[in-house]
């Protein structure tokens, strides 16, 4: 089955620098990479997703890249805020269409 | 609108007994997703239903596990014999079609907790 593994897995910032964030997938037939952002006792929130038929996909500050050559995805945070502090988790869709399968997250912290 | 509810938001229950948690998706979409998620972990995919059928469910870790959705909207998940190791944060998400792959929104959660 799919395997992704996400790293780093602690990423720390200056408010106003960029943050990146990358997974590697093990299933050539994935097409379907969402990230989600989730906060202390919140559910995750998609911020970003990418299908296989594009390279990249920007969202103001997040962009996203994928690489299905080398298997492997990045997240892309700019002009960081505070607000951005929080756990990030890669995801990859493989065979079966409803199962995703997450990375490990990595803890964002924005200093201010 | 409303997004994907789960209840309870808290379940503590003992080793041994049997519990119910329960998830309404959000109006119209036909695919629900359930997951598990353990501390400082990502979710782990249990089960999803296409309308009414489960359309994967290797994800469950055992047969003390089951799911339910039987009019192809609310959705119950059923522990038997809980154990300590079962204690995690149950996530329910849903979507509105299966053509193809299309965005999981996940609800806040159940917190189970077997002592």
């Known amino acids: 089955g799919e395997n992704v593994e996400q790293h780093p897995s602690t990423l720390s910032v200056q408010e106003g620098d960029s943050a990146v964030i990358k997974c590697t997938y093990s299933?050539?037939?994935?097409?379907?990479f969402p990230w989600y952002k989730q906060e202390l006792g919140k559910r995750p929130q998609l911020i970003i997703d990418?299908?296989?038929?594009?390279g990249e996909k920007k969202d103001q500050r997040i962009a996203v890249t994928l690489n299905k050559t080398a298997k492997h995805f990045s997240l892309h945070i700019t002009e960081t805020q505070p607000e951005d502090s929080a756990v990030y988790f890669c995801?990859?869709?493989?065979?079966?269409?409803?199962?995703?399968?997450f990375g490990q997250g990595t803890i964002l912290t924005v200093h201010p | 609108g409303a997004g994907v509810s789960q209840t309870p938001s808290n379940k503590v229950t003992e080793k041994g007994k049997y519990v119910e948690l329960r998830c309404d998706p959000i109006?119209?979409?036909?695919?629900l997703y359930w997951y598990r998620q353990s501390l400082g972990q990502g979710p782990e995919f249990l089960i999803y239903?296409?309308?009414?059928?489960?359309?994967?469910d290797s994800g469950l870790p055992n047969d003390r596990f089951f799911a339910v959705r039987p009019e192809g909207s609310v959705s119950t998940l059923k522990i038997q014999r809980t154990e300590r190791g079962d204690s995690a944060v149950y996530l329910c998400?849903?979507?509105?079609?299966?053509?193809?792959?299309?965005?999981?929104?996940f609800g806040p959660g159940t917190r189970l907790t077997v002592l």
């Open positions: 995801a990859a869709i493989g065979t079966s269409y409803g199962k995703l399968t």
């Open positions: 998400a849903s979507s509105l079609r299966l053509a193809g792959v299309d965005t999981q929104y």
């Open positions: 990418i299908r296989s038929n594009v």
């Open positions: 239903f296409q309308g009414t059928g489960a359309a994967d």
């Open positions: 109006s119209g979409h036909t695919a």
């Open positions: 299933d050539s037939a994935s097409n379907y």
